[in-house]
């Protein structure tokens, strides 16, 4: 008797877990999760638009996770993939954009940024070492003033 | 040298500003279907309103249609319904309905009760064809002109204004070039 209660619970038991989850599915190895994960991770969702489609719980995801794992499992590549459902969704699913003329600014940013701030750090470097030893910090007659002022500092009062 | 660098913050401001103004007023939750300029995705699907009639994307072939995607679980959709009544009976417009995750009973009782503007229903209980044509909310219409060709999509419920302002501008252009 308590064998079958166990049995029964037993099988009951991964429904439950299940159940917490949106969607489970089945990988072969560790390997091919990890991609699902990552293709689902750069899949931008059309509906709840500041979400990747591993995070969104809208139909939409749903069904977009679906057709990611189905193409995985049919042997598909992730650029195959990616390409379908731009094809249905449009450049905007993709988290990643391709490079080309539209999107070129928005790739070459980083790099603008980058070498203007090497170009100002540049500038400020050489502009000092040229000043450097020409002009040092205070004229000999501001040198005066101070050397004055510190040892007036010292005198007691 | 240096005066031109005095103005340098200016100078970005300004590019910054017309940037960003040029993006002010317009609605990120509207995307332009990938579809248009393609043909509508091939399908064979249920009639609506009687299961042994099969449909396929030959449908939209010889005129002008609007293609409407529904669902008798979204609000908006019955918001629209009275103007899709509108536009079939009073403008002669030629609607399909795209049936959408949806049930058959509930759907033909929604149609019964509310007027049935299209001409006919596919039936789309699991949404592969929605997921073809790039649905990603209830409502949505299509534009497809007579080849077959997807030419506009909007996103979101018809009224008399988007009709005016939106639908009606493309028809016209898509009937002046076919």
């Known amino acids: 008797m308590v064998r079958i209660i166990f049995l029964v619970l037993a099988l009951l038991l991964p429904g439950v877990a299940a159940a917490d989850v949106a969607d489970v599915y089945d990988f072969s190895d560790r390997a091919q999760e990890q991609r699902y994960q990552n293709l689902i991770a750069e899949l931008r969702c059309p509906k709840c638009q500041n979400q990747n489609i591993a995070d969104s719980n809208a139909p939409i995801s749903k069904d977009m996770r679906a057709v990611v794992y189905r193409m995985m499992k049919d042997g598909a590549s992730n650029e195959e993939i990616i390409e379908s459902l731009v094809g249905r969704f449009g450049e905007f699913v993709r988290y990643k954009p391709e490079l080309d003329s539209r999107t070129f600014l928005l790739w070459a940013t980083p790099a603008i940024a980058v070498f203007g701030g090497l170009l100002v750090v540049a500038g400020v470097v050489i502009r000092s070492r040229r000043a450097g030893p020409e002009s040092p910090a205070l004229s000999a007659e501001e040198k005066a003033r101070v050397d004055k002022m510190l040892a007036d500092e010292d005198k007691p009062s | ?178």
């Open chain 2, 1 to 178: 040298m240096k005066r031109f660098l005095l103005f340098l913050p200016l100078l970005i401001a300004l590019v910054v500003g017309i940037v960003l103004f040029a993006g002010i007023g317009k609605d990120p939750t509207r995307l332009e279907s990938a579809l248009v300029g393609k043909p509508v995705p091939e399908f064979i699907l249920k009639d609506l309103h009687n299961p042994e009639t099969m449909l396929d994307q030959s449908l939209f072939q010889g005129q002008v249609t609007l293609l409407n995607v529904w669902g008798t679980w979204c609000p908006a959709c019955k918001d629209e319904h009275d103007d899709l009544m509108w536009l079939a009976e009073e403008k002669g417009v030629n609607i399909i309905g795209l049936n959408y995750k949806d049930n058959r009973e509930d759907a033909l009782v929604w149609l019964d009760r509310l007027g049935d503007p299209y001409r006919k229903t596919i039936y789309d209980p699991r949404g592969t064809l929605g997921f073809d044509l790039g649905v990603y909310g209830a409502p949505e219409t299509f534009v497809i002109d007579a080849n077959g060709m997807v030419r506009f999509r909007h996103v979101g419920v018809v009224n008399e204004t988007v009709w005016e302002q939106t639908l009606l501008p493309v028809i016209n252009d898509v009937q002046g070039n076919g």
